[in-house]
């Protein structure tokens, strides 16, 4: 095997992949991944395991019982399966003399500052220790509000927590394809993507079946926050033969998204990965040129509507006069306090509020544009 550089990388498997498409485990197909997985570590990369299967493995482990379709019955085969699904790994690991560390997220764990930094402390202690990291959704306890939903968002999330090189989304199909070849025989894959935008995402469907969870559109989703951050992400057949190994020694395979230039400092991926937004800003053309041409911070004078409440520190989303979406960034005023502020001069604040917390409304360090 050749690897030019040793990379950190996610590798998210989907129940699509880790059931073959039947109502069981296919740990005949995970021994195989297991083992590419492995070769990659002893060469020297970093692995982090996101699994699906929690519920799917529940289910066989359960003997298919029949159940209801609610929150609870859902929760109740996650927190049966995914003691199984871990067991299943660690003994597979086990086989190639490797660890895993069980990470159960939820958008909470990650949407705090002080928590989001707990984890990635977590992931770098087991990396550190050469430990396999296998992440999943805590869907145990995990209400819809506190939930990332689906496992391709969450893989995106752990890609940027870890400072990962790659994230791989292994699937069912052998990558995006035009449209959703389940119906349209006719699709063609799309081997390289520079640039997501809503063309991209008007041929990216949902799942095909009941057992996936968001299909292509959560991995569009998933590929742009990562691709962003400065991660490559690569959207391909988990059945592939040796798919991990292709993909890690840069071989074409799937569909590639290519990472912008240069990646974002650890406080700014936080802002992207992070709480989703409680607000917007809708600011002139003069402010939107000066964050994303200059770089610069964002000016009350720059600000022409303010929507939602929110708090200091809270996230905000950032839209021009057409409501498109330009960037993230946290809020240093409150909105009750921004709405005062809105098209007036920095020097004015004291006088308007009484008090100031400084001359920005979103600092530049706190801001992202994307
Ligand atoms: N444009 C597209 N290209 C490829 N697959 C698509 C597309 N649109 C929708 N899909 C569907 O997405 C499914 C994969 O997602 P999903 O079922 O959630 O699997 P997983 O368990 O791997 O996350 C495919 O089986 C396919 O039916
Ligand atoms: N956390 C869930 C899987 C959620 C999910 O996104 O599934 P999938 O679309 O198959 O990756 C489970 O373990 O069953």
Redesign the pocket.
Known sequence: MQHSFKKRVVV???????TSGSPRLDRAHMVELVRQMARLHRAGHEIILVT?GAIAAGREHLGFPELSDSVASKQMLAAVGQSQLIQAWEQLFNLYGLHVGQMLLTRADLDDRERYLNARDTMQALLDNRIIPVINENDAVATIEIKVG???NLSALAALLAQADLLL????????????????PD?K??EQVDLIDDDLRA???????N?????????LQAADVAMRAGVEVV?AA?HADGVIEQICTGNAIGTRFNAAASGLDERKRWILAGPPPSGQLRLDDGAVNALCGKGSSLLPKGVTAVLGQFKRGDALQLQDQQGRVIGRGIARYHSDEMIKLQGQHSRDIETILGFSYGPVVIHRNDLVVL
């Open positions: 998210k498997l989907g129940t699509s992949v880790l699906s689906d496992n391709d989304l292994l699937t069912d199909q052998q990558g995006l394809f035009s449209a959703d070849p389940r119906n349209n699709a894959l799309i041929l990216a469907g949902g799942s095909g079946t057992l996936g969870t968001g299909g292509m559109a959560t991995k959207i988990g």
